[in-house]
């Protein structure tokens, strides 16, 4: 008799200790909620090449100011593989840490991966110049199946790489040489669940699948966000390019907050409040360049919402596009240029009455209240276009500001999880498997996992976790239950 309650009182304070320790866990998380947030920046494989782009490396990337590094571009070809938009550049150049036969921007992202493990290299696929393939390949079963098999090939050739990112622009709808139509509405979903399925049978659950997708209203309306949600790990909402020089009134390209819905807020609100998408899989993306227009009216409004009828000649174009480092300069140039602040729209603008030019841009006072909206609406991060146009001459503004704002940098830098699809169909409810919280007839860590997950707030694939997670029978799931999986899975009774 004493012997049995000399154990169970062993064991009463085993999960006391347990659950102190998933407390203290969930304090802490709770406490530096930043630490979940993502910092996803686009790496543009031409930028090398480019003074435009300050001739910008894989070096060159502040690796201890992310947590993903997205490789544009690869894309789609006449056998639906993928392959490099560049191959010298990927694959031939010399660069300082070329090793082997590997060289080129992938030699690079194979020894800065072993410097910064909690790093996710992600090679991006499509992009604005490169999604023409998109909507044939994703046709037929046997179009998406070779595109897929490639994918899968790639992974396992460099095994640096942790997922890929679907950069198609845009399902459903035909412009510039990319044909859409109705039948990518579905093609599109049935595309995410294969590759995700393919990640599964190939043994590699925990690899990422990340899409990037419109902010518009009428864009959207041609994909399903509520059904192909399920089975990405992020979504990154190109919240930029809302307005341009296509339009004869001059306007923000990336207001947090707008009137209409052109806005990084109209766009988070579209996914999750009209689409049900589960905020922290929203990553929220950022401009790191400006748009333009010439010939703007002069009025009292300070060339903003304004006639602007004259496209504007910008070092990356003629539609007023300037990296941020080349905005600094004209910022510098306070003789030409006045720098405004739009209190409705959180975000500024640069206007030369002398020239008649109307600049709209991101900068560091816009960019922190970016975050902040990111944080205060439980977001899954923030994404750049393109890490490549911070000043890295001036240690990086930019991304120092979504480092400091998101608690991204040394320790804290985290590995995102992949969501990983339930091995099997979840038990019937009169034969519950308490503990067992992927259905697949087993307790284990793989439902630990899935738990600690849910209770930090993640979305998890099984919608009986009140079932099957509440060992202690109280109608909740809390810590108690974590520790009492725990001891269930360690033998303690």
């Known amino acids: 008799m004493k012997r049995n309650i000399g154990k169970a009182f062993l064991s009463l304070l085993i999960i006391s200790a347990i659950a102190l320790e998933v ?33 910008f490396a894989v070096g060159d990337i502040p690796w ?12 789609i070809n006449d056998k639906y593989e993928i392959e490099t938009t560049d191959r010298y550049a990927d694959f031939e150049k010399s660069f300082p840490h070329s090793s082997g036969s590997l060289k080129g921007h992938f030699g690079e992202y194979k020894y800065y991966k072993s410097l910064y493990p909690n790093v996710k290299l992600v090679v991006s696929i499509g992009g604005w ?84 997708v419109s902010p518009s209203k009428y ?49 988070f609100k579209l996914y999750t409040e009209t689409y049900g998408v589960p905020a922290n899989k929203i990553v929220i993306g950022t401009p790191f360049y400006s748009r333009g227009w010439s010939n703007v009216i002069a009025s009292e409004k300070h060339g903003l919402g304004v006639s602007g009828l004259g496209y504007l000649q910008g070092t990356l174009g003629s539609n007023g596009q300037n990296a941020y480092f080349r905005m600094k300069e004209l910022e510098a140039m306070t003789d030409v240029y006045v720098k405004y602040w739009d209190d409705y729209a959180r975000v500024p603008w640069l206007y030369s009455a002398a020239l008649h030019e109307m600049y709209t841009y991101e900068d560091e006072r816009s960019l922190a209240e970016r975050c902040d909206y990111v944080i205060d609406n439980n977001g899954g991060g923030i994404m750049v276009w393109t890490v490549a146009f911070d000043d890295k001459d001036k240690g ?13 940098g040394g320790d804290s830098v985290q590995t995102p999880t992949a969501t990983i699809m339930p091995a099997g169909t979840p038990t019937p409810a009169s034969t519950i498997l308490k503990g067992d919280i992927n259905g697949d007839g087993e307790i284990n860590s793989i439902d630990f996992a899935y738990l600690k997950k849910y209770l930090l707030g993640m979305n998890v694939p099984f919608t009986n976790i009140l079932e099957t997670a509440d060992l202690n029978n109280d109608n909740s799931v809390d810590s108690i239950d974590y520790a009492l999986l725990k001891c269930l899975i360690l033998g303690i009774k």
């Open 64 to 75: 201890d100011k992310v947590t993903i590094v997205n490789h544009a571009f690869f894309k």
């Open 23 to 55: 407390l203290m866990f969930l304090q802490f998380s709770t406490v530096k909620g930043q630490i979940v947030k993502q910092s996803i920046v686009y790496f543009p494989n031409w930028a090398v090449y480019l003074d435009s782009h300050n001739y």
């Open 129 to 212: 110049t490169e999604s023409g393939k998109f909507h044939e390949m994703a046709m037929t079963t046997s179009g998406r199946a070779a595109f897929i098999n490639s994918i899968i090939s790639f992974l396992k050739t460099y095994t640096f790489f942790d997922g890929v990112d679907i950069d198609w622009e845009y399902p459903g709808v035909t412009r510039d040489g990319c044909p859409g139509g109705p039948e990518d509405r579905q093609n599109f979903t049935n595309l995410l669940k294969e590759i995700r399925q393919a990640y599964i049978d190939n043994n590699m659950p925990d690899k990422l699948l990340t899409i990037a």
């Open 219 to 267: 864009t959207t309306s041609h994909t399903d966000p509520n059904n192909y949600a399920q089975y990405v790990d992020f979504i990154n909402v190109m919240t930029y390019d809302m307005h341009g020089e296509w339009d004869s009134i001059t306007n923000h390209h990336s207001p947090i907050y707008a009137k209409d819905d052109y806005s990084v807020d109209g766009a």
């Open 396 to 408: 990086f503004p930019l991304m120092s500001i979504i480092a400091d704002k998101l608690g991204i």
